[in-house]
């Protein structure tokens, strides 16, 4: 089979590999004094993305590997990484979703230098909140992370949540590859920063197109950890004949629920965790489908069902709450109140933004491929920031209310919180949901509380990495 030419909305067709896991890297003894050290090399290597008969793909990976090991940790643990960068440019990690402090966060200029060819940095942290995380550079991130420089992080629960026979990852990517599966260049193209990012034309799981399927029994109950690390692309995941239950969001806890419409919404840099009852019968199959972007539905994978039950059905234990982290809860009454306004993008008439501290109008803009603003600047990866959008006193509550005023949806990512999702539209949420990352619809609007309890100089940006290059990216110091 051939790789379809390049905006071909099907996906490539791979062999019949059945979905791996991610290799595991456990802090074996983390909870020794001192830790455990986990060594990364972040390097070019090469991956079966496609399967055969396709080539391999070159990458850049954490140990060569896409995606990178799966990190574990338990709650509580410290954990020490050793990053050696054997690529041909300086990277950085951030670790997504972890309150780590600032000098831990992997932000090039503003919380370390940037580690340049051949060198290592040694982060080091304690695991405070259980949950799903991931990691990637902070770097050229559209480009290191769209080669493939990423790995799922999982903090496990001190006690390990009942009647859930089995844990599994799903690290989701999108590729643009070229029919010999090669990544096609063009990294930052202008045109489609403003607008969707870079959506490919291969969906991987684990580093794989899943063709030969997800291998389940019946009667099992499922942990099931979405992680979407694509530059761009949503996902909206449907498990046909399946019921998921919602039960953590970035890494949170969150009461069970079902999915809004059965469709699970994983935006770039988002998780989702849930738990998945096995109902079907032995040897049947079910499809997952990708449902998010309107007509452009297609089959993400097929559960398969062994001929072996597990059991002759799933628990009928209730879905517990998993047990809360220890994140400060903001005092909605006394928060203090901040417009952010996200702006730019085509369809929107631009007349400039502040970059660098200077007014630039939109040609000068254009000219710096800068197309996205908050609050009316936009700063530029490896640019000064000057001025933070917000200063924020440490301790206090604090209510950011962000409106879409652009045409696109946004996956705003805050650095170093987990805050509550209060309102949508002006409408309270139902579940006050704790995220990393809230996905703005266009036009839309969010409201999210938090207690600016880490103090430092902390990213806020869009993670449509495309998005984030081209200016949508501000900086929030909590003093
Ligand atoms: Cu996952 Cu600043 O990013
Ligand atoms: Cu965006």
């Given at each position: 089979?051939?790789?379809?030419?390049?905006?071909?909305?099907?996906?490539i067709?791979?062999?019949?590999?059945a979905?791996?896991a991610?290799?595991?890297?456990?802090?074996?003894?983390?909870?020794?004094?001192?830790?455990?050290?986990?060594?990364?090399?972040?390097?070019?290597?090469?991956?079966?993305?496609?399967?055969?008969?396709?080539?391999?793909?070159?990458?850049?990976?954490?140990?060569?590997?896409?995606?990178?090991?799966?990190?574990?940790?338990?709650?509580?643990?410290?954990?020490?990484?050793?990053l050696?960068?054997?690529?041909?440019?300086e990277?950085?990690?951030h670790?997504?979703?972890?309150?780590?402090?600032n000098?831990?966060?992997?932000?090039?200029?503003?919380t370390?230098?940037?580690?340049?060819p051949?060198?290592?940095?040694?982060?080091?942290?304690e695991a405070?909140?259980?949950?799903?995380?991931?990691?990637?550079?902070?770097?050229?991130?559209?480009?290191?992370?769209?080669?493939?420089?990423y790995g799922?992080?999982?903090?496990?629960?001190?006690?390990?949540?009942?009647t859930?026979?089995?844990?599994?990852?799903?690290v989701?990517?999108?590729w643009?590859l070229?029919?010999?599966?090669?990544?096609?260049?063009?990294?930052?193209?202008?045109?489609?920063?403003?607008?969707?990012?870079?959506?490919?034309n291969?969906?991987?799981?684990?580093?794989?197109?899943?063709e030969?399927?997800?291998?389940?029994?019946?009667?099992?109950?499922?942990?099931?950890?979405?992680?979407?690390?694509?530059?761009?692309?949503?996902?909206?995941l449907?498990?046909?004949?399946?019921?998921?239950?919602?039960?953590?969001?970035?890494?949170?806890?969150?009461?069970?629920?079902?999915?809004?419409?059965?469709?699970v919404?994983?935006?770039?840099?988002?998780?989702?965790d849930?738990?998945?009852?096995?109902?079907?019968?032995p040897?049947a199959r079910?499809?997952?489908?990708?449902?998010y972007?309107?007509r452009?539905?297609?089959?993400?994978?097929?559960?398969?069902?062994?001929?072996?039950p597990l059991?002759?059905?799933?628990?009928?234990?209730?879905?517990?709450?998993?047990?809360?982290?220890?994140?400060?809860?903001?005092?909605?009454?006394?928060?203090?109140r901040?417009?952010?306004?996200?702006?730019?993008?085509?369809?929107?008439?631009?007349e400039?933004?502040?970059?660098?501290?200077?007014?630039?109008?939109?040609r000068?803009?254009?000219r710096?491929?800068?197309?996205?603003?908050v609050?009316?600047t936009a700063?530029a990866p490896?640019?000064?920031?000057?001025?933070p959008?917000?200063?924020?006193?440490?301790?206090?509550?604090y209510?950011?209310?962000i409106?879409?005023?652009?045409?696109?949806p946004?996956?705003?990512?805050?650095?170093?919180?987990?805050?509550?999702?209060v309102a949508?539209?002006?409408?309270?949420?139902?579940?006050?949901?704790?995220?990393?990352?809230v996905?703005?619809p266009?036009?839309?609007?969010?409201?999210?509380?938090?207690?600016?309890?880490?103090?430092?100089?902390?990213?806020?940006h869009?993670?449509v990495l495309e998005?984030?290059?081209?200016g949508?990216?501000?900086?929030?110091?909590?003093?």
């Amino acid at each position: 089979p051939r790789l379809p030419a390049l905006g071909r909305r099907s996906l490539i067709l791979g062999g019949a590999a059945a979905l791996a896991a991610p290799a595991v890297a456990r802090a074996a003894d983390s909870s020794a004094p001192g830790g455990s050290t986990i060594r990364l090399v972040a390097r070019p290597g090469r991956a079966a993305l496609a399967g055969p008969p396709h080539p391999e793909t070159a990458v850049w990976g954490y140990d060569g590997r896409v995606p990178g090991p799966e990190i574990r940790v338990r709650q509580g643990d410290r954990l020490r990484v050793v990053l050696e960068n054997r690529l041909p440019q300086e990277t950085t990690i951030h670790w997504h979703g972890l309150r780590v402090p600032n000098a831990m966060d992997g932000v090039p200029h503003l919380t370390q230098p940037p580690i340049a060819p051949g060198g290592i940095f040694a982060y080091e942290f304690e695991a405070t909140d259980a949950g799903t995380y991931w990691y990637h550079p902070h770097v050229r991130s559209l480009e290191q992370v769209g080669r493939g420089l990423y790995g799922p992080l999982v903090v496990e629960e001190r006690e390990p949540p009942p009647t859930i026979d089995r844990d599994v990852t799903w690290v989701l990517d999108d590729w643009r590859l070229l029919e010999d599966a090669q990544i096609a260049g063009g990294f930052g193209n202008a045109m489609e920063a403003g607008m969707t990012g870079r959506i490919g034309n291969t969906v991987t799981v684990n580093g794989r197109v899943p063709e030969g399927g997800f291998a389940v029994r019946s009667g099992e109950r499922l942990r099931l950890r979405l992680v979407n690390a694509a530059n761009a692309r949503i996902f909206g995941l449907v498990f046909e004949g399946h019921e998921p239950v919602v039960v953590a969001l970035d890494g949170q806890p969150v009461a069970p629920h079902a999915p809004e419409d059965g469709r699970v919404v994983v935006g770039p840099g988002m998780r989702v965790d849930l738990v998945l009852d096995m109902t079907g019968q032995p040897g049947a199959r079910a499809r997952v489908l990708d449902t998010y972007y309107a007509r452009l539905e297609y089959k993400l994978l097929e559960i398969a069902y062994g001929a072996e039950p597990l059991r002759d059905r799933p628990p009928t234990a209730p879905i517990a709450t998993l047990p809360a982290n220890p994140v400060p809860e903001p005092d909605l009454a006394r928060a203090e109140r901040h417009a952010v306004v996200l702006g730019g993008g085509m369809m929107n008439h631009l007349e400039g933004a502040l970059v660098d501290g200077r007014w630039l109008d939109a040609r000068e803009m254009m000219r710096r491929d800068l197309t996205w603003t908050v609050n009316g600047t936009a700063a530029a990866p490896g640019g000064h920031v000057h001025d933070p959008l917000v200063v924020l006193r440490r301790n206090a509550s604090y209510l950011l209310a962000i409106r879409n005023e652009t045409a696109w949806p946004h996956p705003m990512h805050l650095h170093g919180h987990s805050f509550r999702v209060v309102a949508r539209n002006g409408v309270p949420t139902r579940h006050r949901e704790w995220q990393d990352t809230v996905l703005i619809p266009r036009r839309e609007s969010a409201e999210i509380a938090f207690v600016a309890d880490n103090p430092g100089d902390w990213m806020f940006h869009c993670h449509v990495l495309e998005h984030q290059a081209a200016g949508m990216m501000g900086l929030v110091r909590v003093a």
